[in-house]
Nanobody, 119 residues
Framework: QVQLVESGGGLVQPGGSLRLSCAAS????????MAWYRQAPGNERELVAV???????DYADSVLGRFTISRDNAKNTIYLQMNNLKPEDTAVYYC?????????????WGQGTQVTVSS
């Protein structure tokens, strides 16, 4: 059974930092592209950052230069370092694992972790 478990969310003041983690189990981690999404109340879920299985990264324009995604294949874990947080970063952050292998697509989600940026 595949599980993605996020942690590290919380309440932080504007300008502060948080580091999110997503621990994966039940899958061959190295063949998956890993991503962070977020969803604020009333908004659609949006892609924040992706770290592909071939070590490429990409970011939403709104977080470029402030957020950094990384992955540790030995620990089956990805991270999202978030610096200079803004109130508009407030959302539930979700971990996503996806791949296409042997003619089939695989797509898994974590349960989400709340990030609140407020003074």
């Amino acid at each position: 059974q595949v599980q993605l478990v996020e942690s590290g969310g919380g309440l932080v003041q504007p300008g502060g930092s948080l580091r999110l983690s997503c621990a994966a189990s039940g899958l061959i981690f190295s063949i998956y592209n890993m991503a962070w999404y977020r969803q604020a109340p009333g908004n659609e879920r949006e892609l924040v950052a992706v770290f592909t299985k071939v070590d490429r990264t990409d970011y939403a324009d709104s977080v470029l230069g402030r957020f950094t995604i990384s992955r540790d294949n030995a620990k089956n874990t990805i991270y999202l370092q978030m610096n200079n947080l803004k109130p508009e970063d407030t959302a539930v952050y979700y971990c996503n694992a996806y791949t296409y292998h042997s003619g089939r697509s695989y797509d898994y989600w974590g349960q989400g972790t709340q990030v609140t940026v407020s003074s």
